[in-house]
RNA sequence: GGACGAUUAGCUCAGUUGGCUAGAGCGCUUCCUUGACAUGGAAGAGGCCACAGGUUCAAGUCCUGUAUCGUCCACCA
């Protein structure tokens, strides 16, 4: 250093350091991973976000973590990867571009404009809109390897794709079949179970009565889905059920098709439900479905793919809404007499996530897979081979998988991976590229996204080449996710990463919290309540970001977020600029140097503690404990004890390794701040790869000195209550005088010190003090101190008697211990001694507030 | 209907294997433009640790139950 510092600004200003300093990272290459490196490898692979999305706090909380581990293992010496990329999120972009082309007027449906036209509109707008969210993962820090950024759609992700497809396809894995499956009538598309999302909704169910033929009578049915009846082809009852079994083999009417329909017998229906008498719709229901298996009934469609009826449902009802129907079929039935009665009904429906439309169970021709290695991915998670954090989650991966049924993969979507398979009348043939010969027919439907997303550890790293990357960096050390896509994606990982690399695709899935509002609301975009995180870098700067949502980002909790906490996070970087500003306005008033004192070493010991208790709270994935210590320890113990304390005599060694310290732990929260500090502090081009801290040992920087030091510390913050007390303005020197219990001589030699932190004009140190006059005081542990000067004879007795109340208080808690035989005879010895000692403290201490008390009479 | 989580200061949360006077930030009160920082400093007020039992010398912490809130799973029409 030596010159002459430029003017270092007042506040910290963060747009331009985080620019600058991004741009350098950049430029030098900091991020890129070499996979021909000696060093041991770290690999991390970004939960790919919509390539058209939008950054969420979700993703700020997310990337900051993976951003986190990934500049910690560069300090500790690691070769790290940490691999970006977008997921083309095949339903929820074709979503948004349906609407938006519907709104601009150029189709009203994607049949409209054709596979092709429809196709081009969308990568249209990816190129629009895509890419946006990864230059707002830059503003944030992330340290990715931008040189390998990978999208599912890319030619050869999509290879890798279509690979495993026609490989499982072989294997026998996957299977096409007529199934019932979950129906999107608004995006006219089948969904996988998991993007089901059961919603209790308020419905009614309705009391029909079907007449029997060839009598008066009729059997009461109950249904919550009156437009379904026009499909029915029974009625079920159960066969133990009394009241039923001599109907069962007769018919029934079906009201409004004039249809005859017969009375069955099946395990499946609940006596003690409704009636005891379900209608049966073989093909609008999945319990149905499977009856009408058992009893040979047909299937009628009454409900087309987009949600109307079928011309089966009769030509009243024909093209009209399902929900149109519902009210019709109702209506029609009141007028024939037969709806008995109407209740309300809440009950649990089906929504697809992303349309938001109640699902239609539908029977369709649809591409399945029955999933592979799923006894040895149960069994890695349950014998640890990959550890879950935190560990509750495994449960709920074990739960899922016990339960494994098979995913429906096929979509009746445009965007996505086109089915490899073709079709030529009975033929059909599945691989990678088109068959010879004319005639040959691709299938229409894309996959699932996260038939794609499922290779993402390996896909990305150039599978099913045995490429460097994949040779250095699979299997990936860390997976930072949030819980709700443990089925959708991590459980399906660890199959596909099984099946294809015959390992792991993670060591460790760290599960993150979910962001909510500061009333506890989900974030969204409906309810506005989101706040943009740009804005918010804007205001706060990154590290303020970043750093305020660590310190409340407990394990796997969710987190109510307020804007408050940016606050935070920019004051505390604020804080740390002006401590380093501090230290460079003393190094340039060039102090002589000296050993070090009592405050250096306590400065030191803390240090080190800090330094562990970082170390320790990150190696177990507890970002916020490691942040508050960060906080406590450079607000607390170096800026409000050491800095100050420091102004009698500064030592820069001590400061500059203090300081040098805590820009490294701090670098992985606060990339940014530490890295200009760092450099402009005489650091050498980059903080990214400084040796992580260790803890060393310190001649004389022990417990003991520590606590000494505390001891003064309050004694100093009893004088500052005597001046609070008796309303002396801060700035006013005044004096005092100390009356140690013992070692006088470390107090003595402390009179600068005390003088500085007290702003006295004079400090006495005595050990046999007795003031000339009345004058106010505290006891400490370790001294009693005066403020000479002011005295109001009142106020002090008052003050003397609470004391002496607070510590009555505590001497006979500690007192009734040990007269506790049982305490004594049975706690441990340390316990018992400890609260000896302390009962010893407060005799004297009581002693000398008695004593002060009584020369007041 | 199951499973899991939460309940500690006005608010948001810490509280490690049970053991000093239960902590922090925000908010609140009083004082302070003292040469790092008003995005700051000093000092305060504020808690039947949801409730009821139990284990223990000792429970915010362990066990059982209850209540409230939340999440996930589950095809009763």
């Not at 430029?27 to 070499?34: E, Q």
């Not at 560069?74 to 929820?92: C, K, N, S």
């Not at 399902?322 to 037969?338: D, I, N, S, T, Y």
């Not at 460079?584 to 803390?606: G, S, V």
């Amino acid at each position: 250093m030596g010159t002459a510092p430029t003017e270092i600004p007042k506040a910290y200003e963060p747009k331009q350091v985080e620019e600058k300093w991004y741009a350098d990272w950049l430029a030098k290459g900091r991020f890129t991973a070499d996979p021909s490196s000696a060093k041991p490898a770290y690999s991390i692979v970004i939960p790919p976000p919509n390539v058209t999305g939008m950054l969420t706090m979700g993703h700020v909380l997310n990337n900051t973590l993976q951003d986190i581990l990934a500049r910690r293992k560069r300090m500790q010496g690691y070769e790290v990867l940490w691999l970006p990329g977008t997921d083309h999120a095949g339903i929820a972009t074709q979503t948004v571009v349906e609407k938006t082309l519907r709104k601009q007027g150029v189709m009203k449906h994607r049949d409209d404009l054709g596979r092709e036209k429809f196709l081009e509109k969308v990568w249209e707008w990816k190129e629009k809109h895509g890419g946006i969210i990864i230059q707002q993962l830059k503003k944030l820090g992330c340290s990715c390897d931008w040189s390998r950024e990978r999208f599912t759609m890319d030619e050869a992700y999509s290879q890798c794709v279509l690979r495993v497809f026609v490989d499982l396809y072989n294997k026998g894995y996957i299977v096409r079949g007529k199934r019932m499956v979950n129906w999107d009538p608004a995006g006219r598309t089948a969904l996988s179970d998991e993007e089901v999302i059961m919603t209790e909704t308020q419905g009614h169910l309705w009391h029909f009565k079907y007449p029997l033929v060839g009598s008066d009578q009729f059997v009461v049915v109950a249904t919550t889905r009156p437009e379904t009846m026009l499909g029915d082809e029974a009625v079920a009852v159960n066969p133990s059920d009394a009241r039923y079994t001599h109907l069962v083999g007769h018919r029934v009417l079906l009201p409004l098709r004039n249809k005859q329909i017969p009375i069955i017998a099946d395990e499946a229906v609940d006596p003690k439900f409704g009636t005891g008498c379900v209608k049966v719709t073989p093909a609008h229901d999945v319990a149905d479905y499977e009856m009408a298996l058992r009893h040979k009934l047909p299937f009628t469609v009454v409900i087309a793919p987009d949600g109307k009826m079928t011309e089966e449902a009769g030509e009243d009802f024909e093209d009209l809404d399902r929900f149109e129907c519902r009210e019709a079929v109702v209506e029609q039935l009141k007028e024939e007499g037969l709806l008995l009665k109407l209740e309300d009904y809440t009950h649990n429906v089906g929504y697809s996530e992303r349309t938001n439309v109640p699902i239609e169970p539908y029977l369709s021709d649809q591409w399945f897979l029955k999933y592979p290695q799923v006894p040895r991915s149960t069994e890695a998670v349950e014998k640890g081979e990959i550890k879950f954090s935190p560990e509750r989650w495994e449960k709920t991966y074990a739960h899922w998988m016990g339960n494994i049924r098979d995913w429906c993969i096929s979509r009746q979507l445009w965007w996505g991976h086109r089915i490899p398979v073709w079709y030529r009348g009975e033929e059909i043939y599945c691989g990678l590229e088109a068959p010879k010969g004319d005639g040959w027919q691709q299938d229409p439907d894309v996959l699932d996204t996260w038939f794609s997303s499922w290779l993402w550890p390996f896909a990305t790293m150039g599978w099913p080449e045995k490429t460097d990357t994949l040779k250095k960096f699979y299997p990936t050390a860390d997976l930072v996710t949030g819980p709700d896509i443990i089925f959708f994606w991590v459980a399906r990982m660890i199959m596909a990463g099984y099946e294809y690399m015959d390992a792991r695709p993670f060591a460790n899935v760290y599960y993150t919290g979910i962001i909510r509002d500061a009333q506890g609301r989900k974030m969204s975009k409906s309810l506005g309540n989101s706040p943009d995180p740009l804005d918010l870098i804007a205001k706060y700067g990154a590290d303020g970001l970043r750093f305020g949502l660590m310190l409340i980002a407990p394990q796997g909790q969710d987190i109510l977020f307020d804007e408050k906490r940016c606050e935070i996070g920019r004051n505390f970087m604020n804080k740390l600029w002006n401590a380093a500003r501090f230290i460079q306005m003393q190094r340039a008033t060039n102090p002589p140097q000296r050993p070090h004192n009592a405050h250096d070493l306590k400065i030191l010991f803390e240090m080190n503690r800090a330094i562990e208790t970082v170390s320790q709270a990150l190696d177990e994935y507890k970002f916020n404990e490691a942040a508050k210590e960060l906080y406590d320890f450079v607000w607390g113990d170096f800026c409000d004890w050491y800095i100050e304390a420091s102004k009698v005599a500064p030592n820069i060694p001590v400061l500059d390794e203090v300081l040098g310290t805590i820009l490294r732990l701090l670098h992985p929260f606060a990339p940014f701040i530490t890295e200009e500090l760092w450099n402009s502090t005489g650091g050498d081009g980059t903080i990214q790869f400084a040796a992580w801290p260790k803890a060393h040992p310190l001649a004389g920087a022990d417990a003991e000195l520590a606590a000494r030091v505390d001891s003064l510390y309050e004694i100093v913050t009893a004088g500052r209550q005597l001046r609070n007390d008796y309303g002396i303005e801060p700035r006013k020197k005044i004096r005092y005088a100390i009356k140690p219990s013992g070692d006088e001589q470390f107090f003595r030699g402390e009179t600068e010190s005390l003088k500085l932190l007290l702003n006295a004009e004079d400090v006495t140190v005595d050990a046999q003090y007795a003031p000339g006059g009345l004058a106010p005081s505290l006891v400490t542990r370790a001294a009693t101190i005066f403020m000479v000067g002011a005295m109001d004879v009142g106020a002090e007795r008052q003050r003397l008697t609470k004391q002496l109340a607070d510590i009555d208080k505590q001497l006979a808690a500690t007192e009734a211990k040990l007269a506790n035989e049982s305490f004594v005879s049975k706690a441990a010895a340390v316990a018992v001694q400890r609260e000896r000692d302390k009962q010893q403290q407060l005799r004297e201490q009581r002693d000398k507030v008695d004593a002060l008390l009584r020369a007041l009479q």
